[in-house]
């Protein structure tokens, strides 16, 4: 999944507003493939791993496996 999101997250869309419906889908398609359960953005067979967040210099919260950029408009709450 780390590598999907990697992969996914470097790619440019023509309208970033596709990004969610886009991730939506491949959840599920990673949930067919592996039958892991869906949890508010995290895996349940990766739970351990996925709660070991940190801060980064500036104070961002971040999973050390993943720094994420700032989207360039508001998408939706988190």
Do not use: C, Q
């Not at 886009?22 to 359960?37: I, P, Q, V």
């Not at 995290?42 to 351990?48: G, V, Y």
């Amino acid at each position: 999944w780390d590598l999907i999101l990697m992969t996914y997250t470097s790619r440019s869309l023509i309208d970033s507003k596709d990004k969610l419906p886009a991730l939506s889908a491949m959840a599920k398609m990673y949930h067919e493939s592996t039958n892991d359960e869906y949890l508010a953005g995290l895996w349940r067979n990766d739970l351990p791993g996925a709660l070991l967040w940190a801060r980064d210099e500036v104070g961002a919260i971040y999973f050390p496996r993943i720094k994420p950029r700032a989207p360039s408009e508001y998408r939706a709450p988190s």
